[in-house]
Each structure stands twice: as C-alpha cells, then as structure tokens.
C-alpha cells in the first residue's frame, strides 16, 4: 500500500507567533512530527514524506534536523496559505502535486499535524488498522475522551434568548451516565484515497471512525498551551513513551 505523509505547516500564526518552529523541550516543534514520519517510513515500505508550507524559515529548520528520511519540500501556493484555507484543500493540492511527480498513485494519506505532536508510532498503526479492517469507513482520526460532556455540563444561549439550556438534551443525573463525547486532539488524521475522489470537504463524514489515544494528547492553541507542553516534556511528566 503506497502511503504520502504529510507535514503542513504554513508561516503565519497567530495564536503562539512562530510556533511550528518554536523550541520545544530543546526541538523545534516541526521537528516531532516529521520524526515520527522518519520513524514509520523506516519501518514501512512505500511511505512518502511531504513537506507543505510557504515559509523559507521553516524550510531551513527541517533542514537542520538532519532525519534519516529527507521529506521533499513542496511550496504550498499562496492561496492555500491564509487564514481561511481549509485543511482538506491543502492535503488534496499536495496530494495530487506527488501523484504527479512521483507517477504514483497514494492507498492513503496519513496528515501528521505540527501543533499535536504527542503521539506514538502504535497510536498510527493501530489507527491504520483499524481503518483497514473496515472496508466501509474512509477516514479516521486521533481523539481522547472529553472531560466536559454537552449532556450534562455544557450550555448554550436559547435561541433570541437570554436564558441557557443544555447543548444536548438527555435526563442524566451524572456525566458518567451520558453518552461518551471525544475531544478532536487533532494529531493524525489518515484518509483513503476514496476520501479525495468523493470529493470530502470536512474530515467528520458519515463513514469517519476514531482512534481513542490511550494517552495525553492536546494541541498547541494559546502560549499557555505551549507552556503546559514544555512542562510535561522536560519534566518527563508524560504518562507513555514518546515517539515510541
């Protein structure tokens, strides 16, 4: 099975200035992402690494890290590197530029996104075998389970109303007692190549399947989120083996 890796990662942020290269725990953050494709292209036959961005800064960082596996660099047009570019447009662009150049055609595409890098090389083969054995599904992607629950705990404005009500109806007396709800942690995302052809614009599809991480895992948002990160990591205060 011929898989493309892709790492995006365009210049501009707002959240956290810089934070694809932004040092972490002695690494630019880029640097976890693209080592974890380092790792599972060294284990299996067939992987592609793609570099997407727009910015030369971040070009050279991945250059300095010096992997095993070089991924090639692909400039993303200037059109699909805005605030408002949707993901899904950005993956398909790339994808279709290495199906071009490489004459191949891609069973899958495995996104590994920049700012959710706490994952594992187990965390992506057993979301690919998951996806595998469901002929069916044509997508899949990283959660964990929310710890706030709209049957229970989350509120929203009534419609023209001052007043609340809750964001999912149901009579439960406990959290535990509602239905499961997951955070999308947004780590990896991996799509069959049918996902594209079918022309999807959002990664939540009728026939998407989750991966429950059996671990922490959240992505960088806000400079506090980077700061909890920092500590986690150089405190060795993560509860798995990290890029294991």
Known sequence: MNTLITVCARGGSKGIPGKNIKILNKKPLIYYSLKLADIYASENPGVQIYLSTDSDEIKQTVRACNLKTVSTEYDRPAELATDNSGKIGVLNDVRLYAERENKIIYDYI???????????????????????????????????????????????????????????????????????????????????????????????????????????????????????????????????????
């Open 110 to 244: 495995l996104d590994l996104d920049v700012t959710s890098p706490l994952r594992t090389i187990q965390d992506i083969q057993t979301a690919f075998g998951l996806l595998r054995s469901n002929k069916e599904a044509i997508n899949i992607f990283s959660v964990n389970e929310a710890n706030r629950n709209p049957y229970f705990n989350m509120v929203e404005k009534r419609p023209n109303s001052e007043f609340i009500q809750l964001v999912k109806e149901g009579e439960f007396v406990t959290r535990q007692s509602a239905p499961k709800v997951y955070d999308m942690n947004a780590s990896f995302y991996i799509y069959r190549r049918s996902f594209f052809e079918n022309h999807m614009t959002s990664p939540i599809t009728p026939k998407t399947l989750i991966y429950q991480m059996p671990h922490i895992c959240f992505d960088l948002d806000h400079p506090l989120d980077y700061d909890f990160m920092s500590f986690l990591m150089e405190k060795d205060k993560l509860d798995f083996n990290f890029l294991q």
